[in-house]
Structure formats: C-alpha cells, structure tokens
C-alpha cells in the first residue's frame, strides 16, 4: 500500500543514494500521431531532458563546453528537442511576454509518473528506472494510443 | 475537424466514453480525463510535504467550454440566473464573456478559471485548468451534442477501469471529466515560422 505522503509514483532510482539535494520529477507525454488533435502544454519547469533526447543533448552540451557558440548550443537543443517540444510562441502573458520555457506539439496526454523529494538519478529516467507498475501503466498507455510516440521527461524540482 | 469517424479508433485504441446517439452538430467533441492534486486545490495541510511543481494545466478558449463533471449542477443553476438577469440587467449583454461562459467561471474555481494567459491568434480568452498530475483525452466524437457531458455514467467499462486506475496512482487524486467543443488541438500551436521573428 503506497504511503498517503509518498509522490514516488512510478519511479524507481538506480541508486539509493542521493546524488543531489535537488528534487526529481518525471513526467509522461503522449506524442499524438497528429497534429489535428491535442493539447499543447508548456514543458516541464527546470527539464534536464527526455529519455529520448539525452543522448543528443548531452553531445550538445559537451560541444558547448568545448567552444561552440551559446546561440549554436541552443539552435542544436531546438532541434533535437523538436519532435515534441518547440520554442514558444503560443502562449504569453498579459504583459505580452512569451514564457521562457518551450512548448509541446499536441499531446494525447500528460502525466507525472512521479516526485523525489531528492536527487537518485545521475541522468535521465528511462523506462528501466521505472517500478513493474509503472512499467505496466507505460505498456497500457502506449497501446492505448497507437501510433502516438511516449516520451520520458526529467525536470528538477529546485 | 478530423476526418470522420475511423479518427477515434485510430487514436484511441479501446473505447472509453459512451457518447450519445443524437448529435446536433458536426463541430465534434473532446472528452479528457483530469487527475487533480486535490491538496493544492484545497490548499490544505501547507506543512505537509508537497513537491513543487509536479503539476500542469491546460489551456483552451472559453468557446470550447462544454461542462465539467465536477462543476455542472452549479454552472447550470448560474447559467438559468443569468439569463434571467440578462432581461433586467442590459449590461451583462456587453460582457466579453457569454452568459453561459461567465457562468461557468462563476462557479468553476478552484477546478477552472479564465486566465491571464493570452494566445496571439486568438481573440477570446483563455480558461486554465490548474493543478494537474496530468490529463488524458479518452473520447473523440466527429459530432457535438446539445446538453449533454460527460460523466462518469458515461464512461464505458475500459473507461471506468482506466479512471480507477489512474485515482490511484498520487494521494488525493480528484479527477474530472472535461467535456470541450470541436476536436482540433485545444489551442493552435504557433510555430516561429509563423511569428514575425522567422
């Protein structure tokens, strides 16, 4: 039986350890198979990344120490993120702002799979740092929408 | 809209909602599964431990607004008042809100409210639907109905399934069932080649 207080949800860390006082939080988006439906939500505060775009990013970021531009740094980021996430344009304030951070291609659905109060995770979740339910609610969710694209999104509660 | 009926079962696999049998229009309809962090919404307990952001909303012109499970008998009733007040009282004809979107603001707090966001290619307002764990479309009809919203009563055995499934996931998860006009994404999504900026 879960603990009322506990917001682990689905995750399960590689580590008991903590690697960081900072909090972890991963979220689930459902990459819709159209852009003719959806809702468009604005990307998690703080996100390092998704399982799906680590990899890129981090080479992204290992050019940027190593002297490319912050602008081409950012360019390469919008790109490797633009299959799901794109700069924002869509939604600003009543001052006339857009909002920093980016925003999502339609989505079939979004979904926290759950809060650390602290740092386990070196990188990013993936589909292995999730519990055997969390795993079957990510199987149940992807056959729910076929065709959709199920991406992992890692954000840092600061 | 999207193209006819074959479009839910491409995107949906199993059927969730029961929709009815009368439609009215060809505007087409969404329903989405909302799992509420109830405790932000109460704002109860601050000593507890709640992680910071760990919600979302979403975000839609108040034109789209059809119901809202939770909030239906209280947008109703306003809505029936309004319209009676709407004979005596002239000045709510100039509202930029319709009677029956002003009445679903009236009493949707704190489950949905207009918000102070802006969309730049749209002119009505925005309404926000706070405090989120998440939110899952499970029904998509080509076709808009007159009266009518989901409830719970309408969700199919798999959608009855899937919302117990997902009650459980987060402690004091209130969920609700958002029925909205039209089936297009629930704003348009501006791309930087469509701005100025390009």
Known sequence: MRREESYAGFLEPPSEHRVSNEGERVWLFVRAPTDAVGAIVMEPYEMIATD?????????????????????????IERIRSPLFVPNFTFRSDYGEFYDEMVSRPVLAVFLMGALEKGYHEQVYTYDDLTDDGKAFYDFIKTLYPGSELYLATALET | MLQEMDAPTQLIRERMVDFPNDGVGRDGTLVWLLAYAERLLLDSRPDAYIPLEITTHLLFPVDRFVGLDLTWE????RYTELLKSIETEPML?????????LAAVDTGRPHIDISTIEHPQLTRPLMIVPHLYGAFLIGISSVSYADWHCTTRDLTEHGQAFYERVKRIFPSTKLGLLTLRGTEPLVPLVLKSDTDDA
Not at chain 1, 52 to 75: L, P, Q, V
Not at chain 2, 93 to 98: D, E, G, Q
């Open chain 2, 93 to 101: 004809r100039t509202n930029y809100l319709t009677a029956y979107e």
């Open chain 2, 74 to 77: 209280q947008h109703q009733k």
């Open chain 1, 52 to 76: 799906r775009t680590y990899e890129a990013e981090r080479a992204a970021k290992d050019a940027f120490r190593n002297g490319i531009s912050y602008k081409e740094y950012r360019k390469q």
